[in-house]
């Protein structure tokens, strides 16, 4: 077994890369979307304004998918050299699964991007359409896929173990384990909302700059309608996920809740947890709130206690408390600032009021930090468990020396912040510059006139 601090310093590790991996999928998927639908829209209607948009969107969604797959190829690395013991002990369910995901999503992405990136002006539009839609569907394929492994870890069904190693028993129990039904829909919704509000956002940066306007009104109105319909549903769903995770994973809700005993009917709003003695050193709530929620997620009038839970099955309440209400406090602003757009836009003043354009600019990251938030919740809140019941996270690590453990971090560290630094810089430089002019040809290829109309 490995050391406590060679498994401290891979988990960290592991969540580093994950979350600047999850970073890029959490725009991307969405933005592929978008570009399906506005070029799809500028086919039906040929209004420039649409092709406008596509061609500004597709630049910033290129970089990001470029680098999603670098990370993820990172992360499948990492389970090798950094997790071997779980390579070796869910391979044979796990490695099926992201096989898969390669061979069917990845494999449909890489055969039409290069016609959706560089095909305008060279093929017919219809085969542009196309291949946008398919580099939309292999997105969600691939979240589908990613989401079902995961899935999987949290609630492990249709399996055997033979000789340490998980074999599948039920190949659809194992893809349509019970918490894919929940945790699929609340994910998905997740990162259309997620690309929306980034979308939005620069969108409102425009209109306060009294930049593209044109392009600037179209894709905010475009974005907070998407947002108008998909954030009350992610409200019910996300509710509708924890209620599941409450019945299936008891420990996680308890954690997340920032409660050690159970006769605590408030909603903690700031706790700071003393793991070693089972208490709260401090706790701001809001008194009977807690009951409330306690009832609608496990049908009983009071807010279960981590000491519920055998020690050495807790969580760390300190990260899934603060994941929950990072993830929880910014849906909840997400929620308010698109009702409040649904009605500036029934009042007529949804392209001059310039407060709320500032305040949207603001929210652009908003999505970002509400997924984080709850992939922290939802990862940390499994602990001590890779595989929840079934394989510890201790028993996962590979034989790492410390040093060796601390080095690899401190190269990922490295490499990732400038990664981010430069994706951050080249968004930013994409923005400034703004969308091309409406009768300017992309990368200097003149649209065809055959292209264009045949």
Same mark, same amino acid.
Request: without cysteine; aromatic residues 12%; glycine residues 10%.
């Given at each position: 077994m490995?050391s406590s601090a060679t498994?401290?310093?891979?988990r960290w ?5 994950a979350?600047?991996h ?7 998927v969405?933005l592929s979307i ?8 500028y086919l039906?209607t040929?209004d ?7 061609r500004f969107?597709?630049k910033i969604f290129?970089?990001?998918f470029?680098l ?5 190829t990172v992360?499948?690395?990492?389970f090798?050299?950094n997790?071997?013991?779980y ?5 044979p369910?796990l490695g099926?699964?992201i096989g898969?995901?390669v061979?069917?999503?990845f494999?449909?992405?890489?055969g039409f991007?290069?016609i959706?990136l560089?095909?305008?002006g060279?093929v017919?539009?219809?085969?542009m359409?196309?291949?946008s839609w398919?580099v939309?569907f292999?997105t969600l394929l691939?979240?589908t ?5 995961n899935?999987w870890?949290?609630?492990p ?5 033979v000789?340490?190693?998980f ?10 384990n019970?918490?894919f039904?929940?945790?699929?829909p609340?994910m998905?919704?997740?990162v259309?909302?997620?690309a929306?509000? =980034?979308?939005?956002g620069i969108a409102?940066w425009? @209109?306060?700059r009294q930049?593209s !306007?044109a392009?600037? &009104? /179209? ?10 319909v998909?954030?009350?549903?992610q409200?019910?769903?996300g509710?509708?996920?924890a209620v ?5 994973q008891?420990?996680k809700?308890?954690?997340f809740?920032?409660n050690?005993?159970t ?13 070693g003695?089972?208490?709260?050193n ?5 008194p009977?709130l807690g009951?409330v929620i306690g009832?609608?997620?496990t049908?009983?009038?009071h ?6 839970t055998?020690?050495?099955?807790r969580?760390n ?6 994941g929950f209400?990072?993830?929880?406090f910014?849906a909840l602003?997400? =929620?308010?600032?698109a009702?409040a757009?649904?009605? @500036?836009?029934?009042?007529?003043? !949804?392209?001059?009021a &310039? /407060?709320?354009?500032r305040l949207?600019v603001w929210?652009?990251p908003?999505?970002?930090?509400a ?8 990862e ?6 890779v ?15 410390t040093?060796e453990?601390a080095?690899?971090?401190?190269g ?19 923005v400034k510059a703004?969308?091309?002019?409406l009768?300017s040809?992309t990368?200097?290829?003149?649209i ?6 045949g």
């Open positions: 490995a498994v401290e310093l891979s590790q592991f969540a580093i890369t979350i600047f999850m970073t890029f999928p959490a725009l991307t969405g978008l570009l399906a639908v506005v070029y799809t829209a039906r040929r420039p304004l649409y092709l406008q948009m596509f969107w597709r290129a970089v990001g470029g999603g797959v670098v990370a993820g992360m499948t690395f990492e090798g050299l997790w071997g013991s390579a070796h002990a869910v391979g369910i099926v699964t898969m995901e061979i069917t999503a494999f449909l992405e890489a991007i290069g959706m560089y095909g305008e060279r017919r539009p219809r085969t359409a196309f291949a398919m939309a292999g691939s979240t896929w990613i989401l079902s492994a899935s870890m949290q609630d069904a249709g399996f055997t173990k000789a340490g190693q074999q599948a028993r039920d190949w659809w129990q194992v893809l349509f019970p918490a039904s929940y945790r699929f609340h998905l919704l997740a259309l909302i997620s929306a509000w =980034f979308v939005g409102a425009y @209109l306060v930049r !306007l392009f600037a &009104r /179209r894709t905010l109105s475009l974005a907070l309608g998407v947002l108008a998909l954030m009350p549903v409200l019910y769903a509710d509708e996920t599941f995770m409450g019945q299936h008891p420990a809700l308890e954690a809740e920032g050690w005993k006769d605590n009917n408030g909603y903690n709003l700031v706790v700071i947890p003393d793991p003695k089972g208490k709260d401090l706790r701001i709530e809001i009977h009951a009832k609608d997620l049908g009983q009038a807010v279960p206690g981590l000491l519920q055998p020690p050495d099955q969580p309440m300190w990260s899934a408390f603060y209400r990072a993830m929880y910014t602003t997400m =929620f308010a600032m009702f757009g649904l009605v @500036l836009r029934l009042r007529g003043r !949804l392209f001059t &310039r /407060r709320f354009h949207l929210m652009t908003a999505g970002l930090i997924i984080t938030g709850g992939w922290i919740t939802a940390t809140g499994r602990q001590p468990w595989v929840y019941g079934q394989l510890r996270t201790s028993d996962a690590v590979s034989q790492l020396s040093t453990a080095l690899s971090l401190a990922f560290v490295a490499v990732y912040a400038v990664l981010v630094a430069v994706w951050v810089r080249y968004i930013v430089r994409a703004g969308p091309e002019a009768d040809p990368a200097g290829h003149p065809l006139p055959e292209a264009v109309h």
